[in-house]
């Protein structure tokens, strides 16, 4: 099969995150990936109901792609077709943009992206698939842009931050409806004199 570099060497990706998802990291890796490496220009790759094939055979090994400067530009590894273990990206001077991780086609754990000025992009918490724990976004100057919280997939609060600094979002979640600042309007008042929850007169969120 051309285009297709076998190594010997069977690399473990290894991506930082918390205790809870290190431990889903260390159940991860009985999945051993076979270490066939091929080019994504390779004709006889192609995808099918959300599923890797070389050929007619469903795909366990990594896909790489490259500039045409030969710098690496993305390496993602498969497991039977799906996505598993970590996933790079990379900008053409070879500093690194991201590195997600993926259990069963599902992203996983941390994710995290870089500006080209290697300044943190983005940092994603994910459980199989879903949106658990932080969401933080930065600008290309490093500073804050946006910070979430997700449990289990559901969205219970959020902070925004223009690059000046100032807050133009800061709201909690209940019954699924935001209460707080959005576009620095209110949504809804967060509490009134009895420290419940009222809806403002300058509700948005219609």
Same mark, same amino acid.
């Given at each position: ?7 010997? %060497? ?8 918390? #205790? ?8 991860? @890796?009985? %999945?051993? %990936?076979?270490? %066939? ?35 690496? @530009?993305?390496?993602? #590894? ?80 959020? @902070? ?47």
């Amino acid at each position: 099969m051309k285009n297709i570099i076998f190594i010997t %060497i069977i690399i473990f990706c290894s991506c930082n995150g918390s #205790s809870n998802q290190m431990q889903r990291q260390q159940a991860f @890796k009985h %999945i051993v %990936i076979p270490s %066939i490496k091929i080019l994504q220009t390779d004709s006889s790759l192609h995808f099918k109901n959300g599923f890797c094939f070389y050929g007619d055979t469903l795909f366990s090994g990594t896909i790489e792609e490259y500039f045409t400067s030969h710098q690496l @530009k993305s390496s993602q #590894s498969f497991y039977k077709g799906k996505e598993e273990g970590c996933s790079y990206s990379f900008y053409e001077d070879g500093k690194q943009e991201s590195k997600r991780y993926f259990h069963l086609g599902e992203k996983d754990s941390i994710n995290l992206g870089w500006w080209s000025n290697g300044n943190l992009r983005f940092e994603y918490h994910f459980n199989n698939g879903i949106y658990d724990g932080d969401y933080k976004e930065w600008y290309f100057s490093g500073k804050a842009l946006k910070y979430l919280l997700y449990k289990n997939g559901e969205e219970l609060s959020g @902070k925004g931050w223009r690059e000046n600094g100032k807050l133009f979002m800061n709201y909690v979640m209940k019954d699924n409806r935001r209460y707080g600042l959005m576009n620095s309007q209110l949504c809804y008042s967060l509490k009134n004199e009895k420290g419940e929850f009222v809806k403002s007169s300058s509700d948005t969120t219609k």
